[in-house]
Each structure stands twice: as structure tokens, then as C-alpha cells.
């Protein structure tokens, strides 16, 4: 905000369209509004806005400032309509900080390129790839979501701890598919597991038969599914439980969603999942705050979403400022211990906490604790499918 | 050497996950060929916005059906969409013409290239995009109600004793059965009617069958008519047995392009061949054969590999690969294409 | 109107719209814009060459821009030689195989006469090569793939300078163009449309799944830049000095804390617009060659003979002129311009994403323009271009405030009005639909027509 003065001023000319940008503060919410996972964003949209808005009525920010939600669209494939997005909102919409993106991709060209250049905090919600983590980022750059170097692992030694010596391997054709199945494959071989088949599958095509039956053949008795509960992931589950090629499935945080029980009940029993987390009561507590607030808290990356939006803000209150400069330096307070334990729907309670000197810890709807590079250091709960209910086994 | 058994149940593992699933793909693209070789036949251009226009349909279909569900209407074991879909059709034959007298005509009184439709359709085809999601949305919609198997994998198993299972779902039956049912119609209706012969003689020569006093508005309004309602069912069909999803109908246009042109465009038959092909090779040359061996050899060949022809990710790419291979061969397609006869 | 003030009075409309935009949004918005519509430009001018030109209509733009990418990573990547050494032999095999199968090929084709038995012939040498290929070739690049697969995984480049991909970026597209011209051309017009498309994605696909190529979907970051990077800027002592003397007015008036504040402000403001104009002057100088090349040959002899080929292929062929070699020709320099541009892209993105490449985006939008501008008329296409991308870019927030005007009456949380303001990202495909449609209705030559061109 403070640029576009700055910038306006520098050419001696009144930003018509920011003037207003004053008595609130902007958080951009870039995702991929078209495009291949337009089904996935709105969702996620809705949880972050949901933490702006628990922010805003609380009227704790800030001595009171209210959170409004600027959403650009990342195309999630189209780096430059993606960038040309990021830069509207950041100097001409004055976001304080952006919440997004989302594919790997944008993600990487909207900080490169955008935001460190811009010197604006980006936490991303998805983005998994672990060339993520390398970036020159100046410290802006940070994600809610862990690495998937760091799920391959834990998927490998839950497959293993259950006897799985043998499985077959489907993900979705991207870069966190392909990355997490490449993590994946290296730890379950590492561990004596053997691979059977890897197939990749393309979100949103016409028919999966032909993966079905590829992965089939294989013979393994267990498939692993990396992909996205609303797309190609979930086609692939369908087709394999009609054809009876496979009862029980390993999935990752893309496909650990509550919708997939809604369509498939207790067909599914024995399947194991990941979902970043730890026993803490933060992702119930989620769905409650989302619910009551009329929004679907279940979904792939909406609770990530909710506690990304929540610690931008809560680290503008330990700041102090709505300057990305300062609360870049602050987000691993706030997200890490020592302090009191937030859990979603105690955004004010935390507001509260820090204005007047205290030290919080953001546990959220994930457990999230930031480590070095700026990403989610990756407990996740293993799920169990029983009875057509997730069942927690134990945090990794 | 394999026994009976062994035969019995590479044959049920090959039906199960290659000549069912592939029928029921192939069915889809027939139909939705079909459509696109209809108004390349009569009105000659390729249609990049069918695509959009089978997605436009099925989305009025999904409404319906879901207002339909609300109100507690059923027809168990048959999906709900069937009573919705007359309307999903009517309203799609509404917008249909509508873009016809508002897009193509003025090109058609004009008599332009065939690639300005071409370019007109894509047009049309971001519009219909755009207008899709604004009212439904991106989003995954599951519309299917209604049984789910005509046979199931686990009792196909207990009935016969093998250690194959058959799958056959409802969605997937329906499907091929509606196509039958519209294949024959539309055939019968091209071959006996006056109308369906005029739109031949139009679609074989313009010229002599506006001499001969054929109304070509007329013919127009029926090709849009008929591309419609193959639009909506094919788009109905494949959402009941996959799930309703606006961007994958837009990729669904490259398979069935491929079919149309194989089977020789304007050539009804072709496109349903065509269709065929193309989902059975999708299949076939993807399926990783290692377990058909195994059986077929009584397990005595165990191969190292998977037996897989070309890995799936190329699966489309098959598609193209046939398409490229019958442009050269033979480029009029499988029957010789460009009217309909 | 003459042509002329047309072209000049269009030029002034699409400056006017980006000033506009950097009143009413920032200058650096316009920048980034800019710079695209520079590049989309070049994708046009390529397309107007297939297009306008020669009346080819080519559906595998999209390709085209995804190799010329391809080689900003082949170029400026340094060579792994890990993988070099795990693979490479495999890989010269393979390409052994290739060569001798080719040949094998032609060999089969020249000696035999063409029958049945000749297609039985080449259809069994093809099966075999390919499994005898597949065997090493898949043992290559599972070694290659193995290489450290979260940051590598895959050949590397040649560690150039990255700029050099341009020239590369179109050559390569112009041999992969030359592959498909020799295949698809001489079909009819949207059988061409339909073969393109097709093999568009084919090469797309390659791409996406090749990852000992160039790693996949799992994208190459990094790339070279040719210009320097932000945050080295603003830590370069000169830069900051001279970002000092510019505002020196400005920051006169501060002292201390506030002044260092400004002043970190300032030269983060400043290293963004200052990378933004090194890329535009470099695209500026790139769409100035392309442009003027494209003129000379449109107003040559050759541009004279393309067009009497375009507008009636049955008399140029009778007066002796090879239509379907000159087609080729055609098809292979536009796509060399597309192949420019998408190397350029990736160069301006720092990073190759094979997932980024879709018809929609890269194909059918800069048909839009092509379109839109004016086919056949090389300022067109570049007006079309800057205007095609403006409206992309703009869509998203002015469909939101379109419907957020028209939903007004509605109150607040009306779901009808949610619904909508939710949708407003789908403006974009609706408007470009819309704007094309109205275009070719009420002006079918586009904004600025094709010079009529008298004979003497």
C-alpha cells in the first residue's frame, strides 16, 4: 500500500483506484481460478477469506483494522497471465501480502519474479515442490504445505509398517504428482519395497480406463494414488473399485478429504492416508469454525488455506505493520512455540495475546510449524479408513 | 499350456479392463463423432466448439436432474438425468440455433471460406466455456443415481468360480444401448425421411439441391437440431458414467476429432467406427498384458516387464497417431469421407 | 480513412489504453503488460505469416512455443554430467537405431515396389526397431531419471547464455515444423486445423513426460537470466546511488530512519521497473527485426506470389508455382517466430512449465489476435496482439466490477450475486469469445484490413 502512495507520488499523480486503500488491509488471494484445478480454488478462496473474516470481527488487528480479500486469478498454468495478476494487486490494489499461489509453477514464477523482487510475502497453501524450497527468496517466500520430499517419506514407512511389499503407483500429471511419487518411489525402494508400476494420469481427460487397467495388470494388491480427490485421482479410485482391480489405496493430502468417503463409504475400508497434521484438535476445530460460518472446511488444501491467511495477519500484529519487510521476520513466531496453542476460530484470542506482548503459537487447522526455508516442517496423521470413517492410527 | 480355466480367465481379465471400459469410451466418442461429422457433412466445417456445446447441454441436464432429485422424483433402477434430458436437449437445440442465426449464418449467406467457420466456431466454443461456468461453475458435479451394476466384479467371481471378475456397470450398459437405439434412429431417419434424404442430396452437392428445391435454412436448422441432441446424450452419458466437469468436455473434443476424421468425416458410419477405434486402441495399446501371458502360458512365462505396448501417458497420442497414419494412407478416412451418403 | 492514419491512430489507441493503465493501476502493471503483448506480438506475427499469408490454419501454435521454450533449458542449463554419464551411452545407442531404422526405411521404400508386401515389409521393421529402441532407450532414462530426482533428473543444457535460445528456440521449432508441414500439409484447410491440434499436443506431451529431457512436469527454475535480477539489484551499491541521484528531490526532505525507509522503498520499486525495461528493450529489438523482415518479404516478389497462391491455388499452380513446397515454407518460418517467442517467454518467466502450454492460452488466443488485428496486415497482427492481451489481462477485474455493477440491486448476500461475483474469472473466455465473434462479424478484415494492393 505504502508503494503505490510512494509510487503515485513519484509521479506526482493521485491513484484513483487505491485512494481507498487506506482504512483496510489488502490480502491478495491468487489461485487458480480457471484452469485445470478451477474445481479445487474456490474452496480454498473461501477458507482463507474465512480467516480475514474472523480477523476483521474481531476488530482486534491492528487497533481494528478490517481484512479485505483481493483474489487474482494464477491460472495455476499460465505463469504470465499469473504474474501480470500478482503485479496488478501488488501495486495497483496495494495487497499487504499475498496468500497463494497455488501449482508449483506460478508459485515459483509469482515469487521469482513478483513478490521477493516486490519485497511482499508470499505463503503458499499447495505448492509442494521441493525446488521450492531452494528459491533466493529474501525470506518472503513461505508454504503451509510441507515439501514432498518430506510425504514420500512418511508414505513410504506407513506402506511398509503395513506389510505393503509390493505396490502400484498412480499420480497426477504435475509437478506435485510427479514429485511426490518420485519421493516416494526413491524411500519405498530405499526400504526394500518394490514398485511395481508407475502411472502417471492427466486431470480432467475423458477416461481412465486405460490407467485402470495398465495398473491392474501389475498385480500388486494396493494402489497408490496421488492426485486430487475432485479430478483424475478420484476417477481412478472409481474405475478401479468397479472393475474390482483394487479394494484398498495409500493416498496423499490431495486425496484425504471427506468427499472421498461421501462417494465411496466403506468400499474403501483399508485404505491409509496422509494428512498434514498432528492429533491436535485443529483440523476439527476447522471444519466447526467453517461450518458455522457457512463455508465447506473439507476439501484438498482449505485448512492449509485457513492457517496461511492466518499467520500473514498474525504476524502484521506482531509486527506491528502491514509492511511485508517486518512480518516476513515474524511469521516463524508466531507459527512456531514457545507461546499459547492457537487453534482456528482463536484468531482474536491471538490478536489479543500478541498486542498485548505475549507469544503465541499457531497450531491451526495443520499443526503448522515453520522450519528454516519457510515451509511447514510436515507432521502428518495417518489415516485409516474404517467403517467408512477416517480413523486416526498415529502422527509421523 | 494354458487349461480352459486359464482361457476363461484371460478372457474375463481382457473384457474387464479392455473390450468393456473401451465399448463404453467408444460409445461416448460415437456419439459425440457423430455430431461433429453431421454438421461437417451438411454445413462443412470442423467444430472446435462441440465440445463446449455437449457440455453446455449436459449442464442444463445436471440442473434439471438435480431440481428433480429435490423434489423426490425417481425412476430407480434408471438415473434420474433420463427424465431430464428432453429438456437438456431442448434447451440445447435452442442455443444451438441461436448461435446459428446470430454466428453462421451471416457467414454462410456470404459464402466464406470453411476455415472462417472454423475460426467462428472457436469463437463460440470460449463463449459457451465462459457461459458454463458462470452458471454452473467449475466444479465436479455427480448427477448418476439409480442402481450401479448390471453385473459386479465380486459376484461375477462367486457365480462362475474364476478368479477373474466381470465388471459391467448400469451407466456403461446405457450407454451403448442408447447409442444403438440413436445410431438407428438417425439412420433411419437420413435413409427413409424426406428430410434426412434432402439433407444428402445437400450435403453431396449444394448447388443441384437448391435447384432441386430444397430449403437450405431448413436443412441447416435440422443439422443443428440433430447435433444438439447427440451433443446433450453423448455429454449425458459420459457425465453418468464419469462425473459432470465443464473442462473435460472440452478435451474431449480431441478424441472425438480423431474418431470423425478416421472413420472419414461426413460419414456417419465412419464416425462411429471411428469412435470405436479410437477408444480401443487407447486401451488396447496401453494395457500391460503380463497377467493375459500368464494365464495364456498357465503361469510358466512369468515376463519381466509389464508386456506394455506404449506407457499411458501417450495414451491420446494414439489417437493422433492413427489420425496422422490414415491422412496419409488414406486421407478421406476409413469410409471415404466428405458427404454424407 | 486511409490505412495509414488507421495503423497510426490504432498505435495511439493502444498507447492511450497503457498510460491509461499506469494512471489507474501502477506503471509497473504496465510493464509486465507490455512486455507480454511484446511477445504475443512476435507469436502473432508468426501465425499472421502461416495465416495471412499463405491461408494456412495451423492449430499447433501451442507446440511451436512449447519447443522454443524447451530450448531456453536446453541452452542455458548446465550440462549434468552425472547424467551424461549414466545415460549418454544408452542414449547414443538409441540414437544409433534411430538413424538405422530410418534408413532401413528409405532403404525398403526405394527397392521395393509399393504393394502389399511392402506394407508388411515396413510395418515389421518399424515393430521391431521400436522394441529393440524402447530397450535402450528406457534403460537410459530410468539411470538419467534416477539422478538425483527432486532437483535433476535429466540431461541439462549446454550452459550458454541463455539469449542464444532464441535463435535456437525458433530453428528447433522450425524442424519440428518441418516434420509436421511434410505430414499434414496438402490435407484440406481444417483437416490441417485438426491434424495440428493433435500433433500440437503430441509435442506438448513429449515435453510433459520426458523427463530425462528436460525434468517433466516437475519444471526447470532458474533459468539464466540475460538481464540482472531484482534482489541483486537492490543490493548493488551503484544501483542504489543512482536510484539516489534520481530521487535525490525526494528524499532531501527526510533524514534518518525515514529517509533509509524511503530510500529501501525506492530502489525495490525502481530494480522492478528497471528489469522490466531491460526485457522490453530486448523483446522492442526482437519484434523490430521479426517485423521488419516480415514487411520486406510481404511487399517481395515472394510475399506477392504467397498471396496469389493464397487466393487462388488452382491458377498459381497452373502458372507453374509449387503451392504445397511454398506451403511448407510458410508453415516453417511462422512456426520459427512462434519458436522465438516461446523461447523469449520462457527467458521472461525464468522457468520452464510444460504444464503453462495450452491450446487455449497459446493457440486460440493469438489466433484471436491475428484475427482481431487484421490478417494479412503485420500491423494488425501486433495491434491485435497488444489489444487481445490488454483485454486478457483486464478481463478478470473488469468482469468483476462489470458484475458487481450489474448485481448492485441484489443485496449483499443475495446467492445469486455471490455466485456471479464468484465467476467473475470466467469473464475471460466469455469476452474473448464475444470480442472475436463481434469482430469477424462487423468487421471481417479485422481492425486493420490488408493493404489493397493495385497491380501496375
Known sequence: MKKVLLASSILALSAGLSGAAQAEVKLGVILGFTGPIESVTPGMADAAELAMKEVSDSGKLLGGETVVSVRGDSTCVDSAAAQAAAERLITSEGIAAIMGADCSGVTGAIANNVAVPKGIVMVSPSATSPALSTIEDNGYFFRTAPSDARQGQVLSDIAMDRGIKEIAVTYTNNDYGKGLADSFQAAYEAAGGKVSIVVPHEDGKADYSAEVGALAASGSEVLAVFGYVDQGGRGIIQSSLDTGAFGSFLIADGMTAESLLENFGDSIDGTVGTLPGTDSPGAAKFLEVAKSMGVDGDGPFRAESYDAAALILLAMQAAGSTDSAALKDKMLDVANAPGEPIYPGELAKALEIIASGGDVDYVGATAVELIGPGEAAGSYKELLVEGGKYTTVQIR | MPDFVDILNALALMSNFVFVPALSYGAQLALGALGITLVFGILRFANFAHGDQMAFGTMVVVLVTFWLQAMGVSIDPVPTAFLALPIGIAVAILMSLGIDRTVYRFYRKRRVAPVIYVVASVGVMYLLNGLTRFVIGPDDQRFADGARFLINAREFKEMTGLAEGITIKVSQGLTVLISIIVVIALFWFLQKTRMGKAMRAYSDNEDLALLSGINPEKVVAVTWIIAATLATIAGTMYGLDKSFKPFTYFQLILPMFAAAIVGGIGQPVGAIVGGFIVAFSEVMLTYAYKKVALYLTHGGWEPEGLLQILSTEYKFAISFLILVVVLLVRPTGIFRGKVIT | ?456
Request: aromatic share 10%.
Open chain 3, 1 to 456: 480513412m486511409s490505412l495509414k492514419n488507421r495503423t497510426i491512430l490504432s498505435y495511439a489507441a493502444v498507447a492511450l489504453l497503457l498510460i491509461l493503465t499506469g494512471f489507474l493501476q501502477s506503471w509497473s502493471v504496465t510493464l509486465v503488460m507490455i512486455n507480454l503483448c511484446l511477445i504475443s506480438a512476435i507469436m502473432a506475427l508468426g501465425v499472421n505469416i502461416q495465416w495471412g499469408y499463405a491461408g494456412l490454419f495451423s492449430a499447433g501454435t501451442v507446440g511451436f512455443t512449447a519447443v522454443g521454450g524447451l530450448a531456453g533449458v536446453l541452452i542455458s542449463e548446465a550440462p549434468i554430467y552425472e547424467a551424461w554419464g549414466v545415460g549418454g551411452t544408452g542414449l547414443a545407442i538409441t540414437v544409433a537405431l534411430l538413424v538405422t531404422l530410418v534408413a532401413t526405411i528409405f532403404g525398403v521404400m526405394t527397392l521395393m515396389t509399393p504393394g502389399w508386401k511392402r506394407r508388411w515389409v515396413l510395418t515389421g521393421t518399424v515393430l521391431i526397431g521400436y522394441f529393440l529402441i524402447r530397450l535402450f532407450f528406457d534403460e537410459a532414462t530410468d539411470a538419467i531419471e534416477k539422478v538425483d530426482p527432486a532437483s535433476a533428473g535429466f540431461l541439462g543444457g549446454l550452459g550458454l547464455p541463455i539469449l542464444l535460445s532464441w535463435p535456437v528456440g525458433g530453428l528447433l521449432a522450425a524442424l519440428v515444423a518441418w516434420g509436421i508441414g511434410k505430414v499434414s500439409l496438402g490435407l484440406r484447410a481444417d483437416y490441417l486445423a485438426i491434424a495440428t491440434l493433435g500433433i500440437g499436443e503430441i509435442v506438448i506431451a513429449v515435453i510433459k513426460n520426458e523427463d530425462w529431457l528436460s525434468r517433466g512436469v516437475k519444471n526447470v527454475a532458474g533459468l539464466d537470466r540475460p538481464v540482472p535480477r531484482e534482489i541483486d539489484l537492490q543490493e548493488s551499491p551503484e544501483f542504489i546511488s543512482w536510484v539516489e541521484r534520481i530521487h535525490s528531490g525526494a528524499l532531501e526532505a527526510l533524514t534518518g530512519d525515514e529517509r533509509a525507509q524511503a530510500l529501501r522503498d525506492f530502489v525495490q520499486y525502481d530494480s522492478g521497473i528497471f528489469v522490466k525495461l531491460c526485457f522490453m528493450a530486448l523483446f522492442a529489438v526482437v519484434l523490430l527485426i521479426l517485423f521488419w523482415l516480415a514487411q520486406r518479404s510481404l511487399n517481395s516478389p515472394w510475399g506477392r506470389m504467397m498471396r496469389a497462391i493464397r487466393d487462388n491455388e488452382v491458377a498459381a499452380e497452373a502458372m507453374g508455382k509449387n503451392v504445397t513446397k511454398r506451403h511448407l515454407q510458410t508453415f516453417i518460418l511462422g512456426a520459427a517466430v512462434v519458436g522465438i517467442a516461446g523461447a523469449m517467454l520462457t527467458t521472461l518467466d525464468g522457468q520452464l512449465t510444460p504444464g503453462t502450454y495450452n491450446p487455449l492460452r497459446y493457440t486460440f488466443l493469438i489466433w484471436v489476435m491475428v484475427i482481431v488485428g487484421g490478417s494479412g496486415n503485420n500491423h494488425g497482427s501486433v495491434i491485435g496482439a497488444f489489444l487481445i492481451w490488454f483485454a486478457w489481462v483486464q478481463a478478470e477485474p473488469a468482469g468483476a466490477w462489470f458484475l458487481d455493477l450489474v448485481t448492485s440491486p441484489l443485496a449483499e448476500d443475495n446467492p445469486v450475486r455471490l455466485h456471479l461475483l464468484d465467476s467473475a474469472a470466467h469473464m475471460r473466455p466469455f469476452l474473448m469469445g464475444l470480442v472475436l465473434l463481434l469482430v469477424m462479424r462487423f468487421s471481417p478484415k479485422g481492425i486493420l484490413p490488408e493493404p489493397v494492393r493495385v497491380g501496375r
